[in-house]
């Protein structure tokens, strides 16, 4: 048997009429750069995420950039990150021309640690951005409670949550303008590049949407330094068709997850992903950590299973960050999980023969030491 590691092809597959329907739409209107379609996307997806605006971009990124950029912080500012992230982070906050300042993470979710975002506050912080890594919301109540002592901004980077909640309330919708993506692999994929914002401040959605295109609300009339980060009138069309089936597959991730979750239980020395009682998990990945990754893996792959590491370098130790002088042994961490995490398979409609054959061969690995 063969496992990927991810397939879209058989959700696709699945929707294929409707996906051409929203494709033949939008031809037929002529209408593809902030129209009838994205309005729409943003209304819907706004309800989805319980706020009161969303404002589509062009992908997540950007929407992370904007956010920041939208609450004015730049030079001179230092904004918290997760030490163990995707890069992308750490990018946004940089491309203001701010100072990502690490934070390492909780050692059961994985995610920042609340108590260490208050151990690296100083007089230049104005941000905090938690990233809700690998399917499950961070600690909001305890981020939320910092911010608030500390005069912080919170802006949320959502790329690998969607649906996720915290005490109820969905990731998303906890920070003043919160950044997610739609990449095609994500919970919540386009078929291309996308992103969105999503924010409760009108103001500050005016603000985006403002910024997202060029600087202007009337045609050639700049008002500020803008971008161009709009999200496309195809992918909003095909993105609200997706959008109406993402609890069915949230719930079918999870159903994924519990079956590995039973079968793997009490291996050696494997640790299996946790989900805090105060949070729901929605299974972007699911990753184990073993001191014996490698050989795991390679076990797999000549088995004919396909696995990831997200992510194998933490962002301090990338050449891109060179510059900011940080060295191996300053977030042990992170760099501790990017030595010992590995992502086995999970897609919506995986077989449950499948799962048992990715958890079966894990047990031969560690049966035939
Ligand atoms: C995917 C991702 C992003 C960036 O999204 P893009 O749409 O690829 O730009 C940001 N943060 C995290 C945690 C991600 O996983």
Known sequence: MQVPFNTLQRFHDSIKPELHQAFTAVLDSN???????????????????????????????????????????????????PSNTYIASWLAVTHCGATPVPAEPDDRTWNIDPQRIEEVITPRTRAIMPVHLYGQISD?????????????????????????????????????????????????????????????????????????????QV???????????RLDELQAALLSVKLVHIHRLTADRQRIAHRYLQQLAGIDDLL????????????????????????????????????MIHYPIPPHLQQAYQFAGKKKGDYPLAEQMA???????????????????????????????
């Not at 729409?40 to 997806?45: L, M």
């Not at 045609?219 to 980060?229: D, L, P, R, T």
């Open 31 to 81: 209408y593809l750069i902030l129209g009838p379609q994205t309005e729409a996307f943003e209304k819907n997806y706004a309800a989805f995420n319980r706020v009161a605006h969303t404002v589509g971009v062009s992908n997540g990124l950007e929407a992370l950039r904007l956010c920041l950029e939208a609450l004015n912080i730049g030079p001179g500012d230092e904004v918290i990150v």
């Open 140 to 216: 909001m109540t305890g981020i939320m409670d910092i911010a608030q002592r500390h005069n912080l901004y919170v802006v949320e980077d959502n790329a690998q949550s969607h649906g996720s909640e915290w005490k109820g309330k969905p990731a998303g919708s906890f920070g003043i303008a919160n950044g997610t993506s739609f990449y095609p692999t994500k919970n919540m994929g386009a078929l291309g590049d996308a992103g969105a914002i999503t924010t409760d401040d009108a103001e500050l959605a005016q603000r985006l949407r403002i910024l997202r295109n060029y600087g202007s």
């Open 219 to 229: 045609k050639y009339k700049n008002e500020v330094i803008g971008y161009n980060a």
């Open 272 to 307: 299996l992903p946790y989900t805090h009682p105060d949070a729901t998990h929605v299974f972007h990945l699911f990753v184990i950590r073993t001191d014996r990754r490698d050989a795991l893996q390679a076990h797999l792959q000549a088995q004919g299973i396909g696995t």
């Open 339 to 369: 030595d010992t995490l590995l992502s086995l398979p999970l897609f919506p409609f995986m077989h449950d023969d499948e799962i048992d054959y990715v958890c079966e061969a894990i047990q031969q690995f560690y049966g035939s030491k």
